[in-house]
DNA sequence: CGCGCAATTGAGTTTCGTCAAAATCGGTGG
DNA sequence: CCACCGATTTTGACGAAACTCAATTGCGCG
């Protein structure tokens, strides 16, 4: 699953995130040639398949993620054994900060898209995280960027009635740039909003019916944006 | 509000940093007198009563607070108006972090219980993080703190029914080391927990016949932590 | 073709929200 | 000290929303 990249690659992976197309999930874009000489461990990429589990929760971590396509989604596990998602990160977020601090993963990460992912030592974030000022300030903006989204997450698919829920997590799903959107199974889609999968297929329904979205392919639909704008403000 | 601290008394503040008898609660704890002289404006201690606005959403920012002591709830407003308390910061929790990164806040700090804090200013801390390792590393822990925070407050207070958010409401307001709580208004109540200020009432009154909760004076209450637990795993 | 799993739909129950009225609390002024 | 006021809280009755349990449909895959 991990594709090795060698010592003197990891140059070549230097290059490759100072040039990375995907510039902007790089988590090493800022870095210079010593820095990554005094690497002791190369970057790696993985790449992942639906379905497949990165981390668990208390699992020892030595290692941070970005995600340069894809989908996954964090998942926390409640006292009465049902789970929730706390998160869904895609291209452009981190996995795995927490170790920063403690040293142990606080999610299971599901992929639910295909994935790539590179995959960074925890040494090595740490010591250049205090030196390189480029890195440091990434980090930063990463770590608040997972904060808003959490605290989005909560107000927006978390409060208010299923229907708002829902229509809140359609748009969040768009593809940019277009009107439609991929979903995922209702069982995922309840534990997201926190509701059954009854009534998250319910409401999918309804939603059908009033033409506020239409099923292109399986799982694949078009949106009324407007329409569910109205709901969300209703 | 704000008790002005000369720059000769930064110094002493300095002292009271590193002295300070809730150490975990500074910021500056692990700065040198070099870190203290470099500042151009001193750390302030403010004292807020219940109900004052520490800042809004927007404000832009240039100060960073830490909680000595009392209770601070931060809000965010829905589209349709109704807001949504999505965190409540006490001693040792950190407030603005977000203007780290961008320039205004993202909530709205209102003072619950009397509270004393600490005010840092944006431009020291952003300097002296890239310096000071022991601040760096302190920062990364705050702000993962915060995070870890608002998973907990998803998973806890805003998934299952109203009892269930209720007793684990309760349970986090334990005073430590004992078995009592202070509440807050039903209103603030509703807006953690996602639900009206009648379903707060009733299940208050509900528990109270249920004996899990007795009432010593106003809002201060007696709890049954077993009891609690039971609804919660339930 | 049929098996298994996910999704949908239906019926009945529970929970929660809404609207309205009563009770309680805190503070003020007579 | 008590009476009165407004605001908050509590309680009640009703309706709407969501959950549960169960049956049915639809779909992918061997």
Redesign the interface.
């Known amino acids: 699953m991990a594709k090795r990249v060698t010592l003197t690659q990891a140059w070549d992976g230097n290059a490759d995130c100072r040039n990375c197309l995907i510039r902007s999930s790089a988590l090493f874009s800022g870095l210079t040639e010593q820095d990554f000489e005094q690497m002791h461990e190369p970057v790696e990429q993985v790449n992942m398949k639906p379905g497949q589990v990165l981390y668990k929760v208390g699992d020892t971590g030595h290692h941070l993620f970005t995600i340069r396509s894809g989908l996954i989604k964090l998942v ?1 596990y ?3 054994g049902t789970q ?1 998602i ?1 998160r869904l990160v895609r291209s452009a977020d981190v996995l795995g ?2 170790i ?3 040293s142990q993963y ?2 299971e990460a599901v992929v639910l898209r295909a994935s790539e992912l590179c995959r960074y030592p925890k040494e090595a974030v740490t010591r250049l ?2 030196s390189n ?1 480029v890195l ?1 300030k990434d ?3 990463r ?2 960027k ?3 989204d ?2 989005a ?3 927006q698919l ?3 009635s299923a229907k708002k829920r829902m229509a809140n997590l359609l748009l969040r799903l768009l593809e940019d740039g277009t009107d439609e959107c991929h979903l995922f199974s209702r069982e995922d889609i309840g534990s997201i909003l ?1 509701i059954t999968i009854e009534t998250a297929s319910r409401t999918i329904s309804e939603f059908k019916r009033l033409g506020l979205m239409k099923e292109i392919r399986p799982n694949h639909f078009h949106l009324d944006i407007a329409g569910l704008n109205k709901i ?3």
Chains 1, 2 share one sequence.
């Open positions: 926390q409640l006292p009465d929730r706390v900060l927490e920063l601090v403690g606080e999610h995280s205090q000022p440091h980090l930063m903006a770590w608040q997972a904060l808003t959490a605290d997450w909560l107000t978390s409060t208010g926190s969300i403000e209703a």
